[in-house]
């Protein structure tokens, strides 16, 4: 689906839900997408784009940033300790910070660095051992242990079970969110954004409706 039929929709979706225009980021999510693809949309104008792993990140953006002005890459997928820097110097935000360890190591290096990117805490709102994420339940105690910190939390982040309904666990999201007092909801993917729309979003994170079915490596 063309870049513009899904900024017509997110658009409409704002409208529909009360919202002011622009009040929700594309996030172009470009993982395990060929370069020819990525840059087809760069062409179009759009700047904002998701990775799911630093490595591939490093890989793929220096060369478009040196290209094209004003690129922001948001990082959504599970970010190891040891990669953190790398992140941190690449990204201008982060949407998956999800245990202590991780938001003690982003402080420090934040420090060092002398900048951070905007946080997001990933919420498992389905409970899923499988998943990442912090536990609704433990949710509020690691925001406040990540303010302890002087990290700057922009919202929060979920994936919901794939076969549960959305608005259920986007609802979750949006009053964890509420609760502690975070504007960002950084929730909703190709198939369900307009409901996450509806229910608060700030940030969508669409795929392969822009971009067509991920492609990936042989062998």
């Known amino acids: 689906m063309p870049l513009q039929d899904i900024t017509a ?7 529909e839900a009360g919202r002011p225009a622009g009040s929700v980021k594309l996030i172009a999510v470009s993982k395990v997408q060929p370069d020819a693809r990525v840059e ?3 062409q179009q104008g759009h700047r904002c784009f998701g990775e799911n792993r630093v490595q591939e ?36 935000a982060i949407h998956s910070l999800d245990r202590p360890k991780l938001a003690k190591t982003i402080a420090r290096l934040a420090q060092e660095i002398g900048a951070c990117p905007d946080l997001f805490v990933q919420v498992n709102t389905g409970e899923e051992a499988q998943k990442a994420g912090v536990m609704p339940g433990e949710a509020d105690d690691f925001i ?13 982040m ?14 979750l999201l949006a009053k964890l ?23 608060g979003a700030t940030h969508v994170r669409i795929g392969s409706a822009i971009f067509g079915e991920r492609v990936r490596p042989q062998g």
């Open 158 to 171: 979920c994936i919901p079970p794939i076969d549960e309904e959305p608005a259920l666990h986007f609802a």
């Open 177 to 199: 969110a509420e609760r502690n007092g975070l504007a960002g909801l950084s929730m909703g993917m190709s198939d369900d954004f307009e409901t996450a729309i509806a229910l």
């Open 9 to 15: 929709r997110i658009a409409k979706a704002e409208a």
């Open 144 to 156: 406040a242990e990540c303010r302890a910190l002087d990290l700057p939390l922009r919202g929060l």
């Open 57 to 92: 990140a490093a890989g793929k953006w220096p060369a478009f940033m040196e290209r094209y002005d004003g690129i922001d890459l948001h990082l959504i997928g599970p970010l190891q300790t040891n990669k953190a820097r790398q992140a941190m110097e690449l990204c201008h």
């Open 40 to 42: 087809a949309v760069l």
